[in-house]
Nanobody, 117 residues
Framework: QVQFVESGGGLVHPGGSLRLSCSTS????????MGWYRQVPGKQREFVAR???????NYADSAKGRFTISRDNAKRTVFLQMDDLKPEDTAVYYC???????????WGQGTQVTVSS
């Protein structure tokens, strides 16, 4: 069974940085479109960033200039570097993956990010 596992969440002060990782044992990782979403209680899950299998990236307006998504296909891992974090970035962050060959979508279990002084 294909799984994607996030790590790197935690508590950080405003203005600080965190780097999230999402790894998988799935083969042909280069075929996956990878992304990050986030969710706070009572709200819908929202898009944060995406990186396609040609390394093109897209960001939510809230993430532009502060977050950077990248991937290492050899390590089967996608990263989300988050800088200048704000309290409103507090959420559970989910890794998203789409296998472009078969059209299946996958979600990680989520990792909590808390930005607080």
């Amino acid at each position: 069974q294909v799984q994607f596992v996030e790590s790197g969440g935690g508590l950080v002060h405003p203005g600080g940085s965190l780097r999230l990782s999402c790894s998988t044992s799935a083969s042909a990782f280069n075929l996956y479109i990878m992304g990050w979403y986030r969710q706070v209680p009572g709200k819908q899950r929202e898009f944060v960033a995406r990186i396609n299998n040609d390394d093109n990236t897209n960001y939510a307006d809230s993430a532009k200039g502060r977050f950077t998504i990248s991937r290492d296909n050899a390590k089967r891992t996608v990263f989300l570097q988050m800088d200048d974090l704000k309290p409103e970035d507090t959420a559970v962050y989910y890794c998203y993956a789409r296998n472009t060959r078969v059209g299946f979508d996958y979600w990680g279990q989520g990792t909590q990010v808390t930005v607080s002084s």
